[in-house]
């Protein structure tokens, strides 16, 4: 994991290298329930467009609505997760998903720019675990 910017925000970078195809990995990073295997949070829709809605459920009586804000099969998923309240859109993290072709199979990037970068920071532990997971998922 490393610590970059994007579109001029503070932002966390993890890779992931996965021993299958871009087109398998797009499946589990873009199909809610296989995205819910992994993902910190259960997806209980997803409107596959630019514009679309995603919603989350944290298990916990929480349920967060997004808006995808990047679809390129099978390249590329990014979205926002509203945070809302009086924050508005300064409350908003941005993940974003890109897929590469890799001698292995397929390079993963995960981008997350967090609303607070500073609680972020703590959240490297976490990604890991989560592309764990889904080395684990798509090994199944």
């Not at 592309?131 to 199944?140: H, I, R």
Request: contains cysteine.
């Amino acid at each position: 994991m490393s610590t970059i910017t994007h579109e001029g925000r503070p932002a966390l970078r993890v890779e992931r290298r996965l021993p299958r195809p871009v087109e398998a990995v797009w499946r589990a990073v873009s199909e809610p329930a296989r995205l819910s295997t992994w993902y910190p949070m259960r997806v209980t829709a997803l409107d596959a467009r630019v514009g679309g809605r995603i919603v989350f459920d944290n298990g916990e009586d929480t349920v967060l609505n997004g808006t995808v804000t990047a679809w390129e099969p099978p390249r590329l998923l990014a979205f926002d997760e509203h945070g809302g309240g009086e924050d508005g859109p300064a409350a908003d993290d941005h993940l974003r998903i890109e897929l590469h072709d890799d001698p292995a199979g397929c390079l993963l990037v995960l981008i997350h720019v967090p609303h607070d970068f500073a609680t972020a920071m703590s959240a490297e532990k976490g990604w890991n675990a989560c592309l764990d997971q889904l080395v684990v998922d798509l090994s199944g």
